[in-house]
């Protein structure tokens, strides 16, 4: 899977770039802005995928919650 980017510095033009992932690299990512974007409204033109994450607890990792 590739996610297309645009990278840029204040004042600077930006750069596109692409960030390619594995299925299951793409799948931590998902969960991860899922769970950093809870409790905000999402923008009125977002796509509906804000559902909440299913994961078994044996293999689910939260990296930087206590």
Not at 11 to 17: C, I, R
Not at 30 to 41: K, V
């Amino acid at each position: 899977m590739a996610v297309p980017l645009r990278l840029s510095r204040q004042g600077e033009d930006a750069t596109d770039a692409e960030l390619s992932l594995s299925l299951v690299e793409a799948e931590h990512l998902h969960a991860a802005l899922c769970r950093a974007l809870d409790g905000h409204p999402a923008p009125p033109a977002a796509p509906d995928c804000r559902q909440p994450v299913q994961s078994s607890p044996s293999t689910a990792r939260i990296v930087g919650r206590m």
